[in-house]
């Protein structure tokens, strides 16, 4: 009996954070469709970047969270970077 309210508390507790790195993700795909026909150049920069951010916020790997924002700090930077190199 105790395990299964453990269960069922820890379900809800993942669905209530993992709800809006869908909608995150989902609504960059939109805006970076709309960027390529209005400014091509954006389209890498807003497609990564809101979920990047969102990574960072909230990492998904519980263990090694440090290493996994800096690998996504990197990895932004670098996106960054190569936008501003291709305009």
């Known amino acids: ?3 299964t309210q453990q269960r069922d508390k820890l ?3 993942k669905k209530k954070f993992g ?3 869908i909608a995150v993700f989902y ?6 469709v709309c960027t390529f026909f209005i400014e091509y150049k954006y389209f890498l920069i807003v ?3 809101p979920t990047i951010i969102v990574m960072l916020i909230n990492p998904p790997f519980s263990e090694k969270k440090g290493v996994f924002r ?3 700090g990197l990895y932004l930077l ?3 970077l190569a936008t501003y190199l291709w305009l």
């Open 70 to 72: 800096f690998i996504a």
């Open 78 to 80: 670098l996106l960054a």
């Open 47 to 49: 497609l990564f970047a």
């Open 11 to 13: 379900l809800e507790l």
């Open 19 to 21: 709800s809006g790195f």
């Open 27 to 32: 609504i960059s795909i939109l805006l970076s």
């Open 1 to 3: 009996m105790f395990n």
